[in-house]
């Protein structure tokens, strides 16, 4: 596609149940990321995938926290368990690999109450 | 040592002033250095890059300063304009190990018409 595109755009889910957030990257882009960002806050990195290497899974916060890319493509992001401070928008980016600029999808918001 | 610290937090400049935003980082291993650009309820949008291998880099109304021996580096914004009013982050990326971005905790910029 054109863009990184990610869905939902928003999610309200109740505190204690799962959520998978979904990113679809940039054709042809081989390194995917996804990043979290609380109110007002910067960008926290989770994971990292590139091509068919092993995921660098060093930024996920808990074990509630997953994360898998099928097909060198489409990433699903799952938090089981959800908590109240789970509660940000889940940014995924793609990028051509090593040296190049990410492209941001627009992000999930999501609303743990 | 991952850290890339940001400054100011937020920042009000007339039209037509300049915008002065400041990062610092530890890690000497980082070489490449990219500026994102965020609005409201959308991704960050890379903006300009710099690796530490030149001193200044211009693109339309945006510079990058780059001071190596200091670890610091810099956006200007000349001749700021409404438009320009955005979050904006500084970010250091390892090409050849870890290949995540580490971004500063950004800076709100507001330009007044």
């Known amino acids: 596609g054109a863009g990184v595109s990610q869905s939902p755009s928003n999610k309200v889910t109740e505190k204690g149940k799962d959520v998978e957030l979904r990113c679809d990257p940039i054709s042809g882009h081989t390194a995917l990321y996804w990043y979290r960002q609380s109110l007002g806050q910067g960008l926290e990195f989770l994971i990292y995938?590139?091509?068919?290497?092993?995921?660098?899974k060093s930024g996920l916060p808990s074990d509630r926290f997953s994360a898998e890319r099928t097909g060198g493509s489409v990433s699903t992001l799952t938090i089981q368990r959800t908590q109240q401070e789970d509660s940000a928008v889940y940014l995924c980016a793609s990028s051509l690999g090593q040296g190049k600029g990410y492209t941001f999808g627009s992000g999930t918001r999501l609303t743990v109450v | 040592q991952q850290q890339v610290k940001q400054s100011p937090q937020s920042l009000i400049v007339q039209k037509g002033g300049i915008s002065i935003i400041n990062c610092a980082y530890e890690?000497?291993?980082?070489?490449?250095f990219p500026w994102y650009q965020q609005f409201p309820g959308k991704g960050p949008a890379l903006l300009i890059a710099?690796?530490?291998?030149?001193s200044e880099k211009k693109e339309g109304r945006f510079t990058i300063s780059f001071n190596k021996s200091a670890k610091q580096f810099s956006l200007h914004i000349m001749d700021s304009q409404p438009g320009d009013s955005a979050t904006y982050f500084c970010a250091a990326y390892h090409l050849t190990g870890g290949f995540k971005t580490i971004f500063g905790a950004g800076t709100r910029l507001f330009v007044k018409a």
């Open positions: 995938f590139q091509g068919n290497s092993a995921p660098d």
């Open positions: 710099i690796r530490p291998d030149v």
């Open positions: 890690n000497t291993a980082f070489d490449y």
